[in-house]
């Protein structure tokens, strides 16, 4: 670590809230993460276990996270479901597939940082490499797996 840095055991309120901003901005972070980009913010190093502490004490937890496609239209979606209803007269015509990989992204980091009580959603980029991507595609009617 920087000679430039006091070694910290406690956060003043503007050190919490800059704490706070860094999860915020980047909620996958790592508690050592977290600790280089405070350290250059505020040029004082704090233990990973403070850090942690304080995070507890302030209301966040780390949770699995739930990953969104950057790629979702909420518009598409909506107009997909409009208009299955205009073409859709019995439940029994619906024919559902579904496609499922597992690629190089499995490897992604699963948690984040979020108030406790709510679900950490991070917005993440799927990025298309074919050659390492294992594929199923699976459909089903009214009665089941077809």
Known sequence: WSKSATKATSFSTQETNILHNIIQENPQLYLDEIQARLQ????????????????????YTLKVA??????QDKQEQENYL????S??????????IDETHKS????????AWSKKGVQPVVEAAFEEDFRKRYTLIAACDIDGFV
Request: charged share 25%; proline share 4%.
């Open 82 to 85: 409009f208009r299955l209803q």
């Open 40 to 59: 250059q913010l505020c040029q004082k190093r704090w233990a990973p276990n403070t850090i942690w502490k304080q995070l507890q004490r302030t209301g």
């Open 104 to 111: 190089a992204n499995a490897s992604r980091r699963r948690r």
């Open 87 to 96: 073409f859709l007269l019995k439940p029994e015509m619906a024919l559902f």
């Open 66 to 71: 739930v990953l969104r496609a950057k790629q």
